[in-house]
């Protein structure tokens, strides 16, 4: 049997290491690519063109496991605390980044079999699951990404019939970044790794361009 090909773009962060852990434990070939490893930067477009174009894999899951909370002093708890720079960053990180990601590993994809594209999202993305308010920034940079990789999943299901294009929760992870927001539901990476490796391979062409938690429960948009 041909060995499975997995790209993780944010693998030294704490989910991205502990998805190539679990994609290699099922016995999938994992090329790594991270900021801190080999320099990506996910928001220069240049850079990402550069580094994508280096690989000649037909890859059959290509994850994103890049994100950021807040680069400051946390996520905004009111809009009188909403910055410029801060939402731009958020912006550029967690919703240009990963489209950049799409669009210049799009050749990287198989047209011939199954193919998943899937990135990090979360809950608070939801526009319909928005009871709370606060964390402007995160929320729009993660409904952005929503809007995109739906849009994505219309246009490249023209070309690769059976591309699954998709958006997943982890839920909530113990790792730095979730550090200063302690929650008892949190789980260890390797567990969100486990549950999203587990939904991703539970998905068919059908589910293209929807939104998944970590259960695979579709989340609103």
């Known amino acids: 049997m041909e060995e499975k090909q997995a790209l993780v773009v944010g693998a030294s962060g704490g989910v991205g290491r502990a998805l190539a852990a ?37 890859f059959d899951l ?3 496991a890049t994100g950021i909370l807040s680069r400051s002093s946390g996520p905004e708890k009111s809009i009188k605390a909403l910055s410029a720079d801060e939402m ?11 489209a950049l990601v799409l669009k210049h590993a799009k050749q990287l994809f198989r047209r011939d079999k199954r193919v998943v594209f899937a990135a990090l ?12 308010g606060g964390w402007y920034s995160y929320r729009a940079s993660k409904a952005a990404l929503n809007q995109l990789l739906r849009t994505a999943s219309i246009e490249l299901k023209r070309t690769h019939k059976q591309l699954i294009c998709t958006a997943l929760h982890p839920g909530t992870v113990a790792t730095e970044f979730t550090r200063n927001y302690p929650n008892h539901d949190a789980v260890p990476p390797a567990q969100a790794a486990y549950n999203l490796i587990d939904v991703i391979e539970q998905l068919s062409p059908e589910d293209s361009g929807h939104f998944f938690d970590w259960a695979g429960k579709e989340v609103p948009w």
Not at 23 to 46: A, C, M, W
Not at 89 to 96: E, S
């Open 22 to 58: 679990e994609l290699e434990n099922r016995s999938y070939h994992v090329r790594r690519l991270s900021r801190q490893d080999d320099g990506l930067d996910i928001t220069n477009e240049e850079d990402v063109c550069e580094k994508l174009g280096r690989l000649d894999t037909k």
């Open 88 to 98: 731009a960053m958020l912006f550029a990180v967690n919703a240009i980044g990963p």
């Open 121 to 132: 999202s979360a809950r608070v993305g939801s526009i319909g699951d928005n009871a709370l």
């Open 62 to 64: 290509v994850i994103v």
